[in-house]
């Protein structure tokens, strides 16, 4: 006999029993459906990080003085005696390492209300003073006009590329190329516009404008701490132009050796390593959730396929009496057990879909359905039914046909 | 020879007591005999029909079937032998309430392996020849006695077995409807198989050519039926 012949078999049992059926499965659906919720959401997210949060441009690590995330309250006390990060460094890090293809230099004071005529901002745009690497470091690409050159830094011209927001709110009508604006009552000519990066969770990020680094320190002083982005030549050298980075660092900055960096480096993986992190305890504990209804469910399922097997003693006892092998039987509950609980994860894929969709619908929360869940969940639930199905089945396959005939 | 008995005991041990059903049957069957098996109740013959069946096996003895002997089988040859050789009657149909006739009597065929198409025209034929080609989609609960019987030869006889068993295969119906089951029977014995059917009727053991009586277990006359072709 073939084993696909026991599938209409084991549908036609497992419909007969509808509602006792869907019992059984409650909780192989409500296992399912965690997990695919949550994968899905977690998936979602992290893909949305990906794509949107990639601060950096490829192959960049950031220098920096603070930890870009910090958890614990206590980080301004920690980090705060830290030096800041001098234009000295900079010139060292762009002199000594030689794995990195630039490397740019990033003044950063936020809260400004830029003006052009009547037209004004809200005060919150980050003025950047940068370097002609800028650009590519931080992974953005001109819109209209231009960027700052080499040229524009050594002269410290006055010279401003605007974010696409900061574009959208003082030029609403009219091109901003070659207009004048107004930064912290100093006047900058546009020289270009950013392409949108669009926002993350409901923030803009292009709420900026870039102006040369030394035109910064004349309106902004240089009491402040330096970004460092620096891109490595190949991603197969991201690691050694990482290393060379904090060596250099800590000579210049005179770390003795044994002690910790006094400065932090942020990369795009920095913020995914602590996504992932962050949602590690999320997915133990659905995988936890799913588990325990995994297991009950399978005990449900042992459960019902004995007694099914008990009511059907005189069917078996009629297939062995026409020729049912023990193997013949022995499938013919092992596949009932499968169905029954490949129905039920089928189930809860939809539910789980259903939800993650819903949740996306109605949070800033995207969901993304890796294909894998959907196949390993499935897999699981053969492995269910087929676990908690042996027991019964062999129990139907050992059954003597004339002690089964006569069962009443 | 078909079927070769020797000395077949077969002992039940219910509790601490032992129920002797059969005490040493010897008997042989040809080719395209027909065979009724009587006897008062409890005298064995329903036991004797599973042994014979491969349902069952005996406590001591030897059974030939077609020069097998059975108790030298395994569970899964026993299996095939009750697939390919024997085609089992019930008193009580014994037919899948859930299946339809066509169903039912393919099941015989899935068990022997044949592919969809083949079972069904085979299938097809064999309620045909019990006169049910028009019921072929009914499921058991909607046919009559008679009819859920008939279904019941079909699918015996669906696999061309060497022996047709038949335990009281008119014990739950009426005389009219027995006796068109009876004549089925006589069809079949008449197209060369052979039949052997346990009845406590005299009249219906008139049908066949040979009368095997049954008492506590042992064979207590074997004799030509009076009626007989
Ligand atoms: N499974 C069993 N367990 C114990 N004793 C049994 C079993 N099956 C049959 N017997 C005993 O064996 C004897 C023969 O039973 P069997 O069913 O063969 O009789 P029978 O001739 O078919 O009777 P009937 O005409 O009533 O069907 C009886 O005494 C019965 O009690
Ligand atoms: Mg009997």
Redesign the pocket.
Known sequence: MQLAENIPIALTAVRANKMRSILTLLGIIIGVMTIITMQSLITGLRKSIHEQVTALGSNVFQVQKFPAIHTGGDMFRKYRNRKNITLKEYEAVKEHVTAAKSVGAEYWMGGQELRHGEHKTLPIISVCGGTPEFIDNNGYEIGDGRFITPQDVDHNRQYVVLGADVARQLFPYDDPLQKEIKISGRRFEVIGVLQSRGSTFGQSRDTYVVIPIGSFIKVFGKERSLNITVQAISAELYNTAMEQTTGVMRVVRKVPPGEPNDFDIFSNDTLIEFFDNLTRYVRIVAIAIASISLLVAGIGIMNIMLVSVTERTREIGIRKSIGAKRRDVLWQFLIEAIVLSEAGGVIGIVLGLTLARLVALVSPVPAAVPIWTVVLGLLFCSAVGLIFGVYPATKAARLDP??AL?FE | MLIQLENIT?N?Q?GTVT?T?LQGIRMDIDHNEYVAIM???????????NILGCLDTPSSGSYLLNNNRISDLDDDRLAEIRNREIGFVFQTFNLLPRANALQNVELPLIYRGLPAAKRRTQARDALASVGLADRMDHKPNELSGGQRQRVAIARALVNNPSIILA??PTGNLDSRTGDEIMEIFEGLHEAGNTIIL?T?EEYIAEHTDRIVR?RD?LIERDEAANGGH
């Not at chain 2, 006897?39 to 029909?49: A, I, Q, V, Y």
Request: charged share 20%; net charge positive; proline share 4%.
């Open positions: 004339i002690v006569r | 077969k039940y219910v129920v059903a006897g008062p109740s409890g005298s064995g013959k329903s036991t004797l029909m335990d009281e346990v406590h049954l277990g």
